[in-house]
């Protein structure tokens, strides 16, 4: 068994959502809330904040805005990322 190396590492203080199954990006400074499952296709992404700061954001905010920026990705046919970052 072959583990690929990330690629890009994300660091950043803001609460990120992370495509799960991907090898080109991680977050390792942050934690996981839970992971949420696009209604539409199936992707799924681990949510979580900073493991040091936190945020200012709650888990529910995130995964809102997470569902909708799914969507949208959806409504004009684009591929998801395999990142996204929350605003603070």
């Given at each position: 068994m072959s583990y690929a190396a990330y690629n890009k590492s994300l660091?950043?203080?803001?609460?990120?959502a992370i495509k799960t199954g991907q090898t080109e990006i991680h977050a390792p400074e942050h934690?996981?809330?839970?992971?949420?499952?696009?209604?539409?296709c199936g992707d799924r992404f681990c949510i979580g904040p900073n493991r040091i700061y936190g945020s200012r954001q709650s888990e529910?905010?995130?995964?809102?805005?997470?569902?909708?920026?799914?969507?949208?990705?959806h409504k004009i046919m684009r591929s998801h990322q395999n990142s996204?970052?929350?605003?603070?």
């Open positions: 660091t950043t203080l803001n609460p990120v934690n996981g809330w839970g992971i949420l499952t696009c209604d539409d529910g905010w995130c995964v809102e805005v997470l569902q909708e920026k799914l969507a949208q990705d996204y970052e929350f605003p603070e």
